[in-house]
């Protein structure tokens, strides 16, 4: 295994793929940062009557993470699939090395990438953000916090994504698949999100026609998009479940269910993992 | 005799096909295997198995007396290199680097004997030229080069010289004949290309269908290939006694039919057997290529 590792490190450490993840990463980080500190510089008044974050760092140094998870799908695809493309797992196998330790070898291996590339996207956004706006709000242990279930949430992702790239032996098809299941999982996280954020009740409300003088009143109404029952039960259990919607939940510096996502983070790693050792294994290669 | 390798009622099937059908093979030790078929006999399922990428359906073999299902066999696959299809290289490496990937992938502690493979590979000055700009045959070398590392004692080679050059091709031989005779290597070495292997192999199996028709040294294959005159006499008591004078090798086949392995002076030998009152018929060359033996080993498989 240390063998195997020490070859997916150098391997790592020369890819292009990689370094191309760390320069996104570090340039989406300052990005996000500048944007907002030339708004606060152009609207002066509206930042000023807005509580202190929105005009610190920590509002920002976690929404790179539903960035990030899509330059971890392009790199866990190409990675993994450049070993079936280029036909060097052969190698690996030809002298001897078992495919559970060849599978794990690449989950430490893309894992530890995902996890570089996001580290470095909240390292420079709050190098970034200290330096160009100044303050921050959050306290230490908070972000500790948020980081260590941002990096959960990452190491699922691509433990998730490894298994998809290593099921599939054609690498481009493999490399698209990462991305497609990334961008569904984004979606679907998007939509939970706002059916969950969706009122219990519209409020009561009451207007003038300025055309004819009437004025108009409405009851407090229930809404009919409202979650109930088992149904919000199903929706809050895939909003904490999902990776990509931990990331989102991350991103809105929602603090509740990081214990919980962290949780089943380390479920997903071990179904994941497992599924994929045993589908490899049982794999006709080429 | 001691074996590298052997394979015993040997099964792959795939999905409504059975790509290998009880293949048993024997590799000898110190040999250079040629492994002939035809296009989808069989030639690269087997190299898959023994080389892991696939575990078979039924039967099993032994390598370095290792079963397959043995957990060690990862053991004797470290003593073993291997080329299957295409070579297996990192495109985006230069030639040192792929060699060094393997070095690291087999956890030896240095890179001594680097410098020594790229050399006998002829890939010595190719410096920090990326293997995705290589020839199709310096890729070739190259796999060759990393089934080297480790200084294993068996060579799996799956079609060595296709899409080579001329010129590669040469080269390739001269490259596993070397390896045979200087570092004993046994090489197991898959080919259409029939001429070619026999100017080298030291042993043959001919696999059609899944299954081997025949494995046989080069000694027996060049028995079977070899050249000679066959005769038609009117009797072939009288031709012995006269070729016995002569001191010629020669096969009785029938009464009327024989063979004769020399160089034969017509003349000397018509007006000796006419002194015996024994009349010629026909003489006529006889002789079989390794291409000519396959093709009538195979047609008369089909047929059996």
Not at chain 2, 96 to 118: A, C, M
Not at chain 2, 169 to 180: D, F, G, K, Q, V
Request: overall charge neutral; proline content about 2%.
């Amino acid at each position: 295994m240390n063998r195997l590792l020490s070859a997916e490190f150098v391997r790592l450490w020369k890819s292009f793929v990689f370094r191309l993840g760390l320069f996104f990463s570090a340039g989406l980080g300052i990005f996000i940062i500048a944007m907002r500190w030339m708004d606060v510089k152009a609207h002066p008044k509206i930042y000023a009557e807005l509580p202190a974050e929105y005009t610190s760092a920590d509002g920002l140094i976690f929404i790179g993470g539903i960035y990030i998870v899509f330059a971890a799908a392009v790199f866990v695809g190409i990675f993994t699939g450049t070993e079936y493309g280029d036909g060097t797992i052969r190698n690996k196998l030809a002298v001897g090395h078992s495919r559970k330790n060849i599978y794990l070898s690449k989950l430490i291996a893309c894992g530890a990438a995902c996890l570089t590339m996001h580290g470095l996207y909240i390292a420079v956004s709050l190098a970034a953000g200290l330096l160009l706006l100044g303050s921050i709000t959050m306290e230490p242990i908070e972000i500790l916090s948020f980081t260590g279930a941002g990096m959960a949430a990452m190491m699922a992702m691509t433990a998730i994504l490894l298994l998809l790239a290593m099921s599939i032996q054609n690498k481009a098809a493999g490399s698209v698949a990462c991305l497609l299941l990334t961008m569904i999982m984004l979606f679907a996280s998007l939509t939970i999100w706002q059916r969950l954020s969706a009122p219990e009740y519209h409020d009561a409300y009451a207007y003038v026609n300025e055309n004819t003088g009437e004025v108009i009143t409405g009851e407090k109404e229930e809404n009919p998009k409202y979650l109930t029952g088992t149904k919000r039960k199903v929706y809050e259990f895939l909003n904490n479940f999902l990776p990509v919607s931990q990331l989102y939940q991350i991103a809105l510096n929602d603090s509740q269910n990081l214990g919980t996502m962290i949780m089943y983070d380390c479920l997903i790693i071990c179904l994941s993992t497992g599924a994929g050792i045993v589908i490899f294994q049982k794999k006709d290669l080429k | 005799m001691d074996y590298i390798l052997r394979t015993t009622a040997l099964n792959k099937h795939y999905k409504g096909c059975k790509a290998l059908h009880g293949l048993s093979m024997n590799i000898p030790k110190g040999s250079i295997y040629g492994f002939i078929g035809k296009n989808g006999a069989g030639k690269t399922t087997l190299i898959r198995l023994i080389c892991g990428l696939q575990e078979p359906t039924s039967g099993e073999y032994t390598l370095y007396g290792r079963k397959n299902t043995d957990k060690e066999i990862g053991k004797s696959r470290r003593r073993m290199g291997a080329v299957v299809e295409t070579p297996s290289i990192y495109l985006d490496m230069t030639a040192e680097d792929n060699l060094k990937q393997q070095y690291r992938i087999l956890g030896l502690p240095s890179f001594e004997g680097l410098v020594d493979i790229l050399k006998l590979v002829g890939l010595e000055d190719t410096g920090k030229k990326k293997a995705k700009h290589f020839s199709l045959g310096m890729r070739q070398r190259l796999g060759i080069g990393i089934a080297l590392v480790g200084s294993p004692d068996f060579l799996v080679l799956d079609e060595p010289v296709n899409g080579l050059d001329p010129q590669g091709i040469i080269e390739m031989r001269e490259l596993i004949s070397n390896l045979n005779r200087k570092q004993q290597i046994t090489v197991l070495v898959s080919s259409h290309i029939l001429d070619e292997l026999a100017k080298f192999a030291t042993h043959y199996g001919f696999i059609d269908q899944g299954r081997m028709v025949r494995e046989m040294s080069a000694e027996e294959l060049n028995e079977a290939c070899r050249k000679c005159i066959h005769v038609e006499v009117s009797d072939t008591k009288i031709l012995a006694h006269v070729l016995d004078g002569m001191e010629l090798e020669y096969k009785i086949l029938s009464g009327r039919d024989a063979d004769i392995y020399a160089n034969v002076n017509v003349s000397r030998l018509a007006l000796a057997l006419a002194e015996y009152g024994c009349e010629v018929f026909s003489m006529q060359e006889r002789g079989e290529s390794l291409e000519s033996y396959y093709v009538n080993l195979i047609g008369g498989a089909k047929n059996e």
